[in-house]
């Protein structure tokens, strides 16, 4: 972990290496709200406060340590940035699945061919949104 820091030239304050820590172990995107409530059930790291976290996520978020995800609720949500790959949430119960697709990365790189004003694509997101198979039954 503080390897992963130090690559980006930050300073492994036990803040921002308990906040990766929870990144590492959390098998859903994550948050600020998420991360505030896991660090405040830990003995270790419950001093650390809001305004911490919400600026230590977008360090990490600068840095590329996390991804931000917009599932359309009130808050952001993060990842850790990995391969890059999709996501389908549940509309009901907040299961998230990640899928990748080349056949979808193919055809997002085509469409920049057909555009008149743009010669690039940098980035995209693009998040599905469902009913899950638990929720449907
Ligand atoms: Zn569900
Ligand atoms: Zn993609």
Redesign the pocket.
């Known amino acids: 972990m503080k390897e992963i820091l130090k690559e980006r030239g930050y300073k492994a304050t036990p803040a921002r290496l308990a906040i990766l820590e929870i990144f590492i172990k959390s098998k859903a995107p994550l948050a600020a709200e998420n991360v505030y409530k896991e660090l405040k059930r830990s003995k270790k790291n419950k001093d650390i406060n809001e305004a911490t976290v919400y600026r230590t996520l977008s360090l990490f978020e600068e840095g590329k340590v996390l991804t931000k995800i917009d599932f359309r609720k009130g808050s952001v949500f993060f990842e850790l940035n990995k391969k890059h790959h999709h996501h389908i949430t ?6 998230v699945e990640e899928f990748e697709s080349t056949a979808i990365e193919k055809v997002l790189g085509g469409i920049v061919r057909n555009s008149s004003k743009f010669i690039n694509i940098k980035e995209h997101s693009l998040e599905l949104f469902g ?2 198979k ?2 449907v039954a």
């Open positions: 549940c509309f009901k119960c907040d299961t009913l899950c638990n929720c």
